[in-house]
């Protein structure tokens, strides 16, 4: 992640390994979009958004002046993190469903957002981790290789919650059952290879 391409895409890869794992921001998602329509999946996406740009930002002003004492330590946590994620995601994808509720939704989809995310212990730990990790050596690299990460992190989030919402919306099918576990499972082996490799750039150079 040496540069702001990469960045970009490794940010959208990880970012698509969380925003496809079945979980309370994708189910806001689609108890939303039966109520509001296809806009659901963006204005969920921005609430995700919003709480994950105030703890990136916490990330950076508190590790990023005691970034050179810290590096090995997070490369260390982060590194592993993403490989036990991956194995999880894998494991995951066995049996993955993306099945609508039964009930529909009550009150804004951009609060929905801002809640799901911020109850989930799912992604305080992957921000306190993984997050971390990736955020700080981007920040090694220059401001604009972190913010690209970010980019590519969001656009993810934006681009699935609003391809989900749009399909609930219209009743249909957004993939089928083994497609989505395909994608869910690639993404996971997407974590593992990045993680032993980020171990290992972080402990070889």
């Given at each position: 992640?040496?540069?702001?391409?990469?960045?970009?895409?490794?940010?959208?890869?990880?970012?698509?390994?969380?925003?496809?794992?079945?979980?309370?921001?994708?189910?806001?998602?689609?108890?939303?979009?039966?109520?509001?329509?296809?806009?659901?999946?963006?204005?969920?996406?921005?609430?995700h958004a919003a709480i994950e740009a105030i703890v990136a930002l916490a990330i950076v002003?508190?590790?990023?002046?005691?970034?050179?004492?810290?590096?090995?330590?997070?490369?260390?946590?982060?590194?592993?993190?993403?490989?036990?994620?991956?194995?999880?995601?894998?494991?995951?994808?066995?049996?993955?469903?993306?099945?609508?509720?039964?009930?529909?939704?009550?009150?804004?989809?951009?609060?929905?957002?801002?809640?799901?995310?911020?109850?989930?212990?799912?992604?305080?730990?992957?921000?306190?981790?993984?997050?971390?990790?990736?955020?700080?050596?981007?920040?090694?690299?220059?401001?604009?290789?972190?913010?690209?990460?970010?980019?590519?992190?969001?656009?993810?989030?934006?681009?699935?919650?609003?391809?989900?919402?749009?399909?609930?919306?219209?009743?249909?099918?957004?993939?089928?059952?083994?497609?989505?576990?395909?994608?869910?499972?690639?993404?996971?082996?997407?974590?593992?290879?990045?993680?032993?490799?980020?171990?290992?750039?972080?402990?070889?150079?």
């Amino acid at each position: 992640m040496d540069g702001i391409l990469p960045a970009l895409i490794v940010g959208f890869v990880i970012g698509l390994s969380g925003a496809l794992a079945p979980g309370p921001t994708l189910v806001a998602t689609i108890r939303s979009s039966l109520d509001c329509g296809w806009t659901a999946g963006p204005l969920v996406a921005a609430g995700h958004a919003a709480i994950e740009a105030i703890v990136a930002l916490a990330i950076v002003a508190g590790l990023a002046a005691a970034a050179d004492s810290v590096a090995v330590p997070v490369a260390f946590v982060g590194g592993t993190a993403l490989i036990v994620f991956g194995a999880l995601t894998v494991r995951e994808s066995r049996t993955a469903v993306l099945a609508a509720p039964t009930d529909s939704a009550t009150g804004s989809p951009l609060l929905a957002g801002v809640v799901t995310s911020a109850a989930n212990p799912y992604f305080w730990l992957w921000w306190l981790s993984v997050g971390s990790g990736l955020l700080l050596k981007g920040l090694a690299a220059g401001a604009a290789v972190a913010v690209a990460f970010m980019i590519g992190h969001w656009a993810s989030d934006f681009g699935w919650f609003g391809l989900v919402a749009a399909g609930t919306a219209g009743g249909k099918t957004i993939l089928s059952v083994r497609q989505y576990r395909i994608i869910l499972a690639a993404c996971g082996v997407f974590l593992l290879l990045f993680g032993a490799s980020y171990l290992w750039r972080a402990f070889s150079g």
